[in-house]
């Protein structure tokens, strides 16, 4: 019997001092970097800041898309090539345009000027 344990013994001691392997980790290959555009600059494009809703309504007619924010409201118009999106502050008719972009962006400024024209024209039509 002594030596059945003598041998289980040995056995368990032998087990725990032989070290597998590790198994071979499959590489991950590195995810593409794509760097973060430059902000546009400061700058609000002229006539359109602090205009009220009822004129930017009269301007572009119905938006195709608001979204809701508290007092914030955001006013998406889409055209054939590019989309410009309103953000209007305040409540009912106190609400006023504070910022305006567009995509694409315009060279100096977040809002490109053509589109702005482009979408005021298409809205005549309709």
Do not use: N
């Not at 056995?11 to 593409?32: D, F, N, W």
């Not at 508290?70 to 998406?76: A, C, L, N, S």
Request: glycine letters at 8%; one cysteine or more; charged letters at 20%.
């Amino acid at each position: 019997m002594k030596r059945h344990l003598a041998l289980v013994a040995a056995l368990v001691v032998a087990g725990c001092t032989t070290q597998s392997k590790p198994l071979p980790v499959p590489a991950t290959p590195a995810a593409p970097t794509i760097p973060i555009p430059p902000a546009p600059a400061y700058g609000e494009p002229f006539g359109y800041e602090d205009m009220l809703a009822a004129q930017l309504r009269e301007r572009f007619g119905a938006p195709a898309f608001v979204r809701h924010d508290g007092r914030t409201e955001m006013w998406r118009y889409d055209g054939a090539s590019c989309r410009a999106f309103f953000f209007l502050y305040g409540e009912g008719k106190d609400s006023v345009v504070r910022h305006v972009e567009t995509l694409p962006r315009g060279a100096a400024s977040a809002a490109d000027p053509a589109c702005l024209a482009a979408l005021r024209a298409a809205a005549k039509t309709t």
